[in-house]
């Protein structure tokens, strides 16, 4: 059973900056697929990044030239750097993987496994 350990979430001023990572453990083989969701109060979750295994990449147009997402596949690791905060940036922040190819797990967001999730909070 894989297991993803999310962290580096906590609260910071508009404009500052914030790094997520999220460590996979328990798999065969590391997942091919990982990414990064968030929930804000009141709203529906929403698919914030992914990162494939052969290193490409996707990213929700909200954050598009603020948040870079990476990964270690080494370490079993997925990264988030975020960068430019605002407040509406504010939600729970959930890591999540798919072991597999598949154009369907990040829009469905339907993943064969999910994070426990890291508060991000962004002041004005």
């Known amino acids: 059973q894989v297991q993803l350990v999310e962290s580096g979430g906590g609260s910071v001023q508009a404009g500052g900056s914030l790094r997520l990572s999220c460590v996979a453990s328990?798999?065969?083989?590391?997942?091919?697929?990982m990414g990064w969701f968030r929930q804000a109060p009141g709203k529906e979750r929403e698919g914030v990044a992914r990162a494939d295994r052969d290193g490409s990449t996707s990213y929700a147009d909200s954050v598009k030239g603020r948040f870079t997402i990476s990964r270690d596949n080494a370490k079993g690791t997925l990264y988030l750097q975020m960068n430019s905060l605002k407040p509406e940036d504010t939600a729970m922040y959930y890591c999540?993987?798919?072991?597999?190819?598949?154009?369907?797990?990040?829009?469905?967001?339907?993943?064969?496994?999910w994070g426990q999730g890291t508060q991000v909070t962004v002041s004005s």
């Open positions: 999540a993987a798919n072991q597999y190819r598949s154009d369907d797990w990040f829009l469905r967001q339907t993943p064969n496994w």
């Open positions: 328990g798999y065969t083989y590391v997942p091919f697929s």
